[in-house]
């Protein structure tokens, strides 16, 4: 019989779940908040097709929903391990453990935070340009950070916003020649170096300025948004196996999101595929949850 596990309920669990739910597998799906992930937290997305815009929580409960009613079990737990056993894997809870021929993993990643965000993320604190920079068109915003994201992330809002203020605490950009020179071939982009953010300043519950400390003193710049880009990482640490990874530690997959261990699978940005995003993922989890489930049934 088609049997898998699912870990982590955000898009691409979720989608996942749908593909091998209509295909005739059991599924049981370990998500430890609700469902959704972060989809279900972004105010509007823009960029889904067949939406002009949409609310990230709709997107996401109805996405649940349409699992919900193919048949899709969920535990509400966090795994806190997954290991190797004669017939497939056990997925370990602080609940107990659970057997299963073949696990997609979708666990997605945890951005590194600076630690003042407070309540701002989605009013004014974004970790993804590509996605919120559209919010901010024509207003200040800043960057932190000063690696290739932080690069690419400014190089984007520079097309959108009015400024862009890229603040690191480094003494110079360290991105490809290249694509430093694109970012500054822009005359609206100001970096602000060797400077940290010590502090987000609201106004009516919306980002109105940073605080910058640099050379021993505080000063406050207004911007509209804060893009945080000092890097994410994926979320694998539960893992207790020998599985092929990336040189960042996001774990490889071929074209079907098959890993390097036979019947593990994982579909999002807990992958190491290029564009991570809502529907790259739910495409991932399309191919993750197929050929698990089709895996799961060859397994004695
Ligand atoms: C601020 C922001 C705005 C964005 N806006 C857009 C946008 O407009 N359009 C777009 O296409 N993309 C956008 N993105 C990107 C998009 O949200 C992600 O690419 C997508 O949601 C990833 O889905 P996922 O299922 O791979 O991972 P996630 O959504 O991160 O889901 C992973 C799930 O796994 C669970 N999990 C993790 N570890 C465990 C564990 N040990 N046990 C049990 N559960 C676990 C987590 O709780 C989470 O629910 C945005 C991202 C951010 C941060």
Redesign the pocket.
């Known amino acids: 019989m088609k049997k898998i596990a699912i870990?982590?309920?955000?898009?691409?669990?979720l989608s996942a779940a749908i593909y091998a739910l209509r295909s005739g597998a059991e599924v049981t799906l370990?998500?430890?908040?609700g469902l959704?992930?972060?989809?279900a937290t972004?105010d509007k997305?823009?960029?889904?097709p067949s939406y002009s815009a949409v609310e990230g929580w709709k997107l996401a409960s109805d996405m649940s929903a349409q699992a919900k009613a193919l048949g899709l079990k969920t535990v509400r737990?966090?795994?806190l391990s997954l290991v190797k056993s004669d017939g497939g894997f056990d997925v370990v809870t602080a609940n107990g453990q659970y057997a299963f021929p073949a696990v997609v993993v979708?666990?997605?990643?945890s951005?590194n935070k600076l630690g003042i965000e407070g309540d701002y993320?989605?009013h004014g604190v974004?970790?993804?340009a590509t996605?919120?920079g559209a919010f901010f068109r024509g207003r200040p915003v800043a960057v932190v950070g000063g690696g290739k994201t932080a690069v690419s992330e400014a190089t984007y809002l520079a097309d959108i916003c009015s400024d862009v203020y890229v603040v690191t605490s480094r003494s110079e950009l360290d991105a490809e020649q290249k694509a430093t020179e694109n970012l500054f071939a822009h005359g609206n982009v100001h970096p602000l170096y060797n400077t940290s953010v010590s502090g987000i300043v609201g106004q009516d519950g919306e980002v109105a300025a940073i605080e910058l400390f640099a050379d021993g003193k505080v000063d406050r710049l207004n911007v509209s948004a804060v893009f945080i880009a000092t890097g994410a990482v994926p979320?694998t640490d539960?893992i207790r196996l020998d599985v092929e990874k990336s040189s960042r530690g996001y774990i490889v997959v071929d074209g079907r999101c098959e890993t390097s261990v036979k019947g593990l699978f994982a579909?999002?940005?807990?992958t190491d595929g290029s564009l991570?995003?809502?529907?790259t993922?739910c495409a991932d989890g399309a191919k993750a949850g197929s050929f698990a489930a089709a895996y799961s049934a060859t397994v004695k």
Do not use: P
């Open positions: 870990i982590g309920g955000g898009v691409a669990g370990f998500e430890q908040f959704g992930g972060l989809a972004i997305i823009e960029n889904y737990q966090k795994v979708a666990t997605g990643t951005h993320v989605g974004s970790y993804c996605c919120d979320v539960f579909a999002g940005d807990v991570k995003q809502i529907v993922a």
